[in-house]
C-alpha cells in the first residue's frame, strides 16, 4: 500500500499539479479521499474491500502529498520552511499513530472481520 502511495506521488502526482495546479488538485483529491472512505466502510466483499484499499486509497493519498510540499513551500519564508516540514511530518505521524488506535477499536466494536479483510491479507 505504501508502495503505490508512493508510486502516485513520485510519477502522476506532480505531473497531474503541474497541469492543474495545487489548489485544484487538493479539492479534487479531497472529495476522492472521501469517497475512499465511504468505499471502505460500504465493503460488503472482498472485491469492493480491494478496490478501496488497493486502489482508490493509494490515489488519492498519493495525489494529496505532493500538494503538501507544494503548499508548504509557496505558504512559508525560507526561515521557517524547515519547523514547517517538521511540524508536517509530525502530525503525519501522530495521525497515523491515532487512526492505528482508532481502526483497532472501531473493528472490535463493529465486527471481527471486515468483509474478506482475512482472506485478502491474512490474519493479524
Known amino acids: ?17 503541474d497541469a492543474l495546479g495545487a489548489k485544484r488538485v487538493a479539492v479534487a483529491a479531497t472529495l476522492s479521499m472521501c469517497v475512499a472512505r ?3 466502510i460500504g465493503a460488503r466483499d472482498r472485491g469492493g474491500f480491494e478496490v478501496a484499499v488497493l486502489w482508490l486509497s493509494p490515489v488519492t493519498e498519493g495525489l494529496l ?22 511540524l508536517l511530518y509530525a502530525f503525519f505521524n ?9 481502526i483497532d477499536a472501531l473493528r472490535h466494536w463493529h465486527r471481527a472481520d471486515p468483509p474478506g479483510f482475512q482472506h485478502s491479507f491474512g490474519s493479524l
Not at 1 to 17: R, T, Y
Not at 69 to 78: D, I
Request: glycine content about 12%.
Open 1 to 17: 500500500w505504501g508502495i503505490l502511495c508512493s508510486l502516485w506521488a513520485g510519477v502522476a502526482g506532480l505531473f497531474v499539479i
Open 38 to 40: 465511504l468505499a471502505l
Open 65 to 86: 502529498s505532493p500538494v503538501y510540499m507544494v503548499s508548504l513551500k509557496r505558504l512559508t519564508s525560507e526561515k521557517d520552511r524547515a519547523m514547517a516540514f517538521s
Open 94 to 102: 501522530i495521525g497515523g499513530g491515532l487512526a492505528d488506535l482508532a
